[in-house]
């Protein structure tokens, strides 16, 4: 995760750069580090030192380490003939070397060659079975041929090895979402709520799946995370505020919920607080849409 701090840092180089004020190894060099794509940039500047030998000879052996980065930048902006030339050079530094391996096999997935990718990532696999950087190519593919299910056949594999992968579990998620597997996408928050419990997005997506599925019991629990998140996101967040008036009315028009709402004093009051700090928030950044919010509060009999 980029912090505000670097992420300033980041921009204020790439400005410099853009601009012709220099600076261009150290902001690659900071791309690097904190792992991010700005492939655009780092193609073009990047090319510049390799074009020129004098600058490519000045960086010792961090000259292979910008032949790679630029090799990904290229295959990010679908310059593959630049890709190409970048990891022919790396090839011949380097002949047996499984990082470069994985280079030509980007490669190959960039170009659309799914099969011939395939087999080249499970050749990777076969000499290190716990590379997560081509586990994920693999569920990348499946998703880039739209192929959901093998995509999940992918992450669920994976997830048995890497049981932490926060990334892995919300992607797995959100894939569920994609085909109407709820259930199993609850599965997956309740798994990322357990161990990254003050992280307000999971408390969210997992009470909109909650409500999604419906029922009482379903729709009270999705209230409960609805207000967690409220609490977690000091009264910030809007989605969250609506969603706990969408459940305060789809519970009244359920039977056994209207008489279980009827004696639920706190989720009353609860309702009508969110109702008023949404009609507050409307007031102050969206005052033109104000009615429209009224409105759709009578509708829900919250207003």
Same mark, same amino acid.
């Given at each position: 995760?980029?912090?505000?701090?670097?992420?300033?840092?980041?921009?204020?180089?790439e400005?410099?750069?853009?601009?012709g004020?220099?600076?261009?190894? &150290?902001?690659?060099?900071?791309?690097?580090?904190?792992?991010?794509?700005?492939?655009?940039i780092? /193609?073009?500047?990047g090319? *510049? %030192? /390799?074009?020129? *030998?004098?600058?490519?000879?000045?960086?010792?052996? +961090?000259?292979?380490?910008?032949?790679?980065?630029?090799?990904?930048?290229a295959?990010?902006?679908?310059?593959?003939?630049?890709?190409?030339?970048?990891?022919?050079? #790396?090839?011949?530094?380097?002949?047996?070397?499984k990082r470069?391996?994985?280079?030509?096999?980007?490669? %190959?997935?960039?170009? @659309?060659?799914w099969q011939?990718?395939?087999?080249? !990532?499970?050749?990777?696999?076969e000499?290190? =079975? #716990? +590379?997560?950087v081509?586990?994920?190519?693999?569920?990348?593919?499946?998703?880039?041929? @739209?192929? =959901?299910?093998?995509?999940?056949?992918?992450?669920?594999?994976?997830l048995?090895v890497?049981?932490?992968?926060?990334?892995?579990?919300r992607?797995?998620?959100e %894939?569920?979402?994609?085909?109407q597997?709820?259930?199993?996408?609850?599965?997956? !928050?309740?798994e990322?709520?357990?161990?990254?419990p003050?992280?307000? #997005?999971?408390? /969210?997506?997992?009470?909109?799946?909650?409500?999604?599925?419906?029922g009482?019991?379903?729709?009270?629990?999705?209230?409960?995370?609805?207000?967690?998140? %409220?609490?977690?996101?000091?009264?910030?967040?809007?989605?969250?505020?609506?969603?706990?008036?969408?459940?305060?009315?789809?519970?009244?028009q359920l039977?056994? @919920?209207?008489?279980?709402? +009827?004696?639920?004093?706190?989720?009353?009051?609860?309702? *009508?607080?969110?109702?008023t700090a949404?009609?507050? &928030? !409307?007031?102050?950044?969206?005052?033109?849409?104000?009615? #429209?919010?009224?409105?759709?509060?009578?509708?829900?009999?919250?207003?």
């Amino acid at each position: 995760m980029v912090t505000k701090t670097e992420e300033r840092e980041l921009n204020q180089l790439e400005n410099q750069v853009e601009n012709g004020g220099g600076g261009v190894w &150290e902001y690659l060099s900071l791309v690097r580090k904190l792992k991010v794509r700005r492939s655009e940039i780092v /193609l073009k500047h990047g090319l *510049s %030192i /390799l074009n020129d *030998s004098g600058k490519r000879s000045a960086l010792g052996p +961090d000259e292979w380490t910008l032949y790679e980065q630029v090799a990904i930048a290229a295959m990010d902006c679908q310059s593959l003939a630049v890709a190409q030339n970048c990891i022919k050079v #790396l090839q011949k530094k380097f002949p047996e070397s499984k990082r470069v391996g994985k280079l030509e096999a980007l490669l %190959i997935e960039a170009k @659309g060659m799914w099969q011939e990718a395939e087999k080249a !990532y499970s050749i990777l696999l076969e000499d290190n =079975p #716990l +590379d997560q950087v081509i586990h994920k190519r693999k569920v990348a593919m499946a998703k880039a041929q @739209g192929k =959901p299910s093998l995509a999940i056949e992918h992450l669920n594999k994976y997830l048995e090895v890497f049981m932490a992968d926060h990334d892995a579990w919300r992607e797995l998620a959100e %894939i569920y979402v994609s085909l109407q597997m709820y259930k199993q996408a609850a599965f997956c !928050y309740e798994e990322l709520i357990l161990s990254q419990p003050t992280l307000p #997005l999971y408390h /969210l997506a997992y009470a909109d799946v909650l409500y999604t599925i419906g029922g009482l019991e379903n729709l009270i629990a999705a209230r409960k995370y609805y207000a967690a998140t %409220i609490d977690l996101t000091g009264g910030k967040c809007t989605r969250a505020l609506l969603g706990i008036c969408l459940c305060g009315s789809a519970i009244s028009q359920l039977p056994r @919920g209207r008489n279980k709402e +009827d004696m639920d004093m706190a989720a009353q009051e609860l309702q *009508s607080l969110a109702a008023t700090a949404l009609e507050k &928030e !409307y007031k102050q950044k969206s005052p033109a849409k104000l009615n #429209l919010l009224s409105s759709a509060l009578r509708s829900l009999k919250l207003s």
